[in-house]
């Protein structure tokens, strides 16, 4: 599925957040037999921020979801859309973007989640810019929130090291121009297993024995993940690109999920970057999943590596598998 946006719907403020407690590598070598040089080398993940325990999405997702909004001058009671891309919702029920509504005070919005693991963001900002352009909306707060500490098993070496927690939001309004120029999603339900939570659901709901096998936390299949993320995410970003009929010469910079430094560094040579052109702040934070790109391309604003009239390619890979790419002028 890929289509050129009609009217132009773009990101008019960002925002981010991550709890203040560090979790490092050498705090890693305490808990699993690895060492601080084993994460580096495979991942280029040095340290994570990690919740206090108990902490839910939804604040997470709410202190990102205000500098956003602050930042498109738009009050909470305004929005009209809220958006939640999560794998570590509050509850099943009701969705984490209910939660957000009450913190935020923003009474009016339509709410829901979508659950699209690393890609959500994406999917995120695809959905909102369908309701936008088809007059549903005025506005919409689409927001990346995750507490992948609660559903990692830190008894498990192979990736445990691999996962952090933190939130991105973006505000959508029309533009007179630029905004989204393409986007691209796409998903494979028949390697669902390759990257899962396999209980808490309604195929295997939460039991005794569901908890004592670890069946609550991430299980993933390292090497398969990694050699389709190299390769979807290179050709979303290719796909994206060609609709928006740019190459790479017309992108200022390539905002991938940050899942892995080796990852990224495939997509990069597929896609025939430049290192300067791809943003990296995996090392920072590991793979915060839905929270991702919406932090990349928050950071790459605040540290402006990319201004106003820029264009960036935002791609991501996830659970699904899901994949999507989003070409946005700023
Ligand atoms: C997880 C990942 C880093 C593992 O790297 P890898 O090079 O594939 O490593 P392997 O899984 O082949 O394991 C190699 C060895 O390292 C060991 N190992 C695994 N984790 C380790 C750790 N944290 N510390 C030390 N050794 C570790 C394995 O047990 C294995 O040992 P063995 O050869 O004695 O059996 C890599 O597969 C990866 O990045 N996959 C994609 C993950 C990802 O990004 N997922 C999310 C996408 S949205």
């Not at 999603?185 to 709901?205: F, N, Y």
Request: charged share 20%.
């Amino acid at each position: 599925m890929a289509k050129p946006s009609k009217k132009p719907v773009g990101i008019t403020g960002l925002g981010m957040y991550v709890p203040s407690r560090v979790l490092t590598n050498h705090d890693v070598e305490r808990l699993v037999d690895t060492s601080d040089e084993w994460i580096t080398s495979r991942t280029g993940i040095k340290r994570r921020r990690i919740v206090k325990p108990g902490t839910p999405a939804s604040d997470l997702a709410v202190r990102a979801g205000r500098k956003a909004l602050r930042a498109a001058g738009l009050r909470p009671e305004d929005v009209e859309l809220i958006i939640v891309a999560t794998i570590t919702p509050d509850t099943p029920m009701p969705s984490t973007a209910c939660f957000v509504q009450t913190k935020l005070g923003a009474s009016r919005a339509i709410c829901f989640d979508i659950g699209a693991a690393c890609s959500g963001f994406l999917y995120g900002l695809v959905t909102a810019e369908q309701y936008i352009a088809g007059g549903i909306v005025r506005n919409a707060l689409v927001i990346g929130a995750e507490v992948l500490s609660c559903v990692t098993d830190w008894t498990d070496r192979s990736t445990c090291p691999l996962f952090g927690d933190g939130a991105g939001a973006a505000v959508l309004q029309p533009v007179r121009s630029g905004g989204i120029l393409a986007s691209y999603l796409g998903a494979d339900g028949s390697l669902s297993d390759k990257l899962c939570i396999p209980a808490g659901g309604s195929r295997q709901p939460a039991s005794r024995e569901t908890v004592d096998r670890r069946l609550h936390t991430l299980k993933m299949h390292g090497n398969e993940v990694f050699k389709h993320a190299v390769r979807i995410m290179a050709e979303a970003g290719r796909r994206a690109m060609h609709d928006a009929k740019l190459g790479c010469a017309d992108i200022a910079l390539v905002i991938p999920h940050q899942a892995n430094l080796r990852i990224i560094n495939a997509v990069r040579e597929r896609m025939g970057l430049p290192t300067e052109k791809v943003f990296l702040n995996v090392a920072k934070y590991g793979n915060v999943s839905a929270a991702s790109t919406a932090m990349g391309l928050c950071e790459a604003v605040q540290r402006k590596r990319v201004v106003k009239g820029d264009i960036v390619v935002l791609v991501a890979f996830g659970a699904g598998f899901t994949w999507g790419s989003v070409v946005i002028r700023l």
